[in-house]
């Protein structure tokens, strides 16, 4: 079993950035996909990016350009560096694994067995 530890959100104006961390608790992690969902209140939870065993990155079209998703299989960490963000990203953010998959990481959450806790984002105009 995987356990995920998210940190790093926090509260920011619109044009900032944060760098949200992920850490997991097995080596496990290092043969899975990795991925970021978020939710805002009141809607449903939905995928901003995925990251492959071999560092292939997907990423929703809202977020394509301005975050970027890394991973260190030596330290089991997943990172996710958010640029100019918009009053539209603030949600709880997730990170999650699937060890179903190790590339062609899907965008379905339903896929990832493994979820933390979450972190807040919240970003002001």
């Known amino acids: 079993q995987v356990q995920l530890v998210e940190s790093g959100g926090g509260s920011v104006q619109a044009g900032g950035s944060l760098r949200l961390s992920c850490a997991a608790s097995?080596?496990?992690?290092?043969?899975?996909?990795m991925g970021w969902f978020r939710q805002a209140p009141g809607k449903q939870r939905s995928w901003v990016s995925s990251?492959?065993?071999?560092?292939?990155?997907t990423y929703a079209d809202s977020v394509k350009g301005r975050f970027t998703i890394s991973r260190d299989n030596a330290k089991n960490t997943l990172e996710l560096q958010m640029n100019t963000l918009k009053p539209e990203d603030t949600a709880m953010y997730y990170c999650?694994?699937?060890?179903?998959?190790?590339?062609?990481?899907?965008?379905?959450?339903?896929?990832?067995?493994?979820w933390g806790q979450g972190t807040q984002v919240s970003v002001s105009s």
């Open positions: 990251i492959g065993t071999d560092g292939s990155t």
């Open positions: 999650a694994a699937d060890p179903d998959r190790k590339s062609g990481c899907r965008s379905v959450s339903w896929y990832y067995n493994y």
């Open positions: 097995t080596a496990t992690y290092s043969s899975s996909c």
